[in-house]
């Protein structure tokens, strides 16, 4: 595959990212189903030269403008773009795409859309909680390097709880964020560690899960 072509392998994207998007993927599903949507992901992982070469259209390259960064959080795994199909036809209206964020808030699982490019979907917070930060700076400071597939897996895995000294073993918070029971284990290509306090640290990151089912991510120190 050519470093420019369009990379939609759910595979492709980090861990921390793969599943609030799966969950919320699932609950979006299930709202289009009996309407006749489906919701197509076309794009996860982008490389650098993916990403230069969709900033070069409609700046040195024809067509019209799409992107607005050279600094994507695709570039991280922790974006993805997705269309709904109608009777399996693409439709690119804002208006279905509206309707769908509003039944089903990606905000309820983490993550957040961007109001001038309704088709992506991203870890909340990668660009700062008032959009006004590179995804680097996110990624710099929670040790993901970018271009680089780290890699993920869904549905995420069990074991047994007798076996959990040498596994994950991972069961429902409820019915949108699970919770590692686990004392460690290495886990889609990064480290988890669940500490004393209940949190889980997974790689340069310190993840709390709430109550409410609402994630939130810390620096570790």
């Known amino acids: 595959m050519s470093s420019t072509s369009q990379d939609r392998d759910r595979n ?25 949507v489906v919701i197509l992901p076309y794009e996860t992982f982008r490389t650098a030269e993916r990403q230069a070469y969709l900033y070069a259209q409609g700046r040195t390259r024809p067509g019209a403008v799409i992107t607005y960064t050279l600094d994507s959080a695709h570039e991280y795994g922790c974006a993805a773009d997705w269309v709904p199909l109608v009777d399996g036809v693409q439709n690119w209206s804002v208006d279905l795409y509206n309707q769908i964020y509003a039944a089903v808030p990606p905000g309820d699982f983490g993550l957040e859309t961007l109001s001038f490019e309704r088709p992506h979907v991203q870890l909340k917070g990668v660009n700062g909680p008032q959009f006004n930060i590179s995804a680097s ?17 869904w549905p995420l895995p069990t074991a047994p709880i007798a076996d959990q000294r040498r596994r994950v073993f991972l069961r429902g918070l409820n019915k949108k964020n699970v919770l590692m029971v686990a004392p460690a284990a290495t886990y889609g290509g990064q480290v988890l560690e669940r500490l004393p306090d209940g949190r889980m640290k997974v790689g340069a990151l310190l993840l709390t899960i709430h109550e409410d089912g609402a994630l939130s991510f810390d620096r570790a120190e």
């Open 12 to 36: 492709h994207l980090h861990q921390l990212f793969r599943t609030p998007f799966e969950q919320w993927l699932a609950a979006a599903e299930a709202w289009g189903r009996p309407r006749g």
């Open 137 to 153: 700076v996110w990624a710099a400071a929670n040790g993901i390097r970018p271009n680089v597939v780290v890699g993920s897996v």
